[in-house]
């Protein structure tokens, strides 16, 4: 199950361009613009912050106020079922008809999207298998769990082998361990079977283990994102405890042409600011000449955390 058709535009996916959404007097998106391309990306954002919505607008069921948005090359609102024929969707809240064995239910989505009966038969088969419900694929949804519906609500996402899959918080209500199985087959969906992507969530440790790149929605816009390995990546700090007289210390390193603050409520604590690796040098000579002795030098490390939390600021 991977799709070989050629995305346009170099692989993008998904290009936004300011991109402006309102609900009466509330402005969900205001002149929002970022690319998706291919792979596994997350949609980072707070609760409230518009990703749903978002998410609607690349299905075109959502129209948008002003800007441009284009999905597999175009334009949802305008060309809404043959972008939804090419799309997998799996909605955040649990909707499934209880009664209906999960075979017949994937096979029925399978149909809708124009496979024939007899090979949405086999699909839907592959797809459970492949979300490992290959065992309970005749079961009725209703005596399913939490985390086996999520998984039957993937399995009718990939079925029709589309081009772009969009999974609106797909852990809601799953226990730690439902949560990581989760994870680990949308990373494979992208991974092994060659499907693009979109992971919507406000929990940025899924997005961290899950994607390779990151668009984060914040005050209607998208204020941050690229690839996770250079948002997280080494930061521009040194930390360092000193074992004493850390007001030398801290005179030294200045004198030495080093920014250094002080950590009020550990005083021996200090962070000098990163320029490149001769940084260390010059902090063990400083104190050397000073008298003062290191006990710790570590390279700060930023994280996902601390982009969001950058990228969330209020302009």
Known sequence: MASDTTLPDSGVVVRVENLTKRWGTNTVLDGASFTISKGVTGLLGANGSGKT?????????????????????????????????RIGYAAEHEALPPDVRAHDFVRHVAELHGIPKRQAIARASDALFEVGLGEERFRA????????????????????DPELVLLDEPTNGLDPMQRDQLLSLVRRCGSELGLNVVLSSHLLDEVERTCDRVVIIANGVASGGGEVSDLEGDGASVELTVDNDAETAVRVLREAGLQVQVDPNRP???????????????????????????????????TLEDAFLEASEVQ
């Open 268 to 302: 021996l604590n200090l962070t000098c600011m990163y320029t490149d690796d001769s940084v260390y040098d010059i902090i063990a000579r400083a104190l050397s000449a000073g008298g003062v002795g290191i006990r710790r030098l570590d390279r700060e490390r930023r």
């Open 53 to 85: 919505t978002f998410l609607g607008m690349v299905l075109g069921f959502h129209r948008a106020e002003a800007g441009h948005l284009s999905v597999l090359g175009l334009d949802p609102w305008t060309a809404g079922p043959d972008v939804r024929a």
């Open 141 to 160: 949804l209703g005596t399913m769990s939490t985390g086996q519906k999520q998984r039957v609500k993937l399995a009718q996402a990939i079925v029709h």
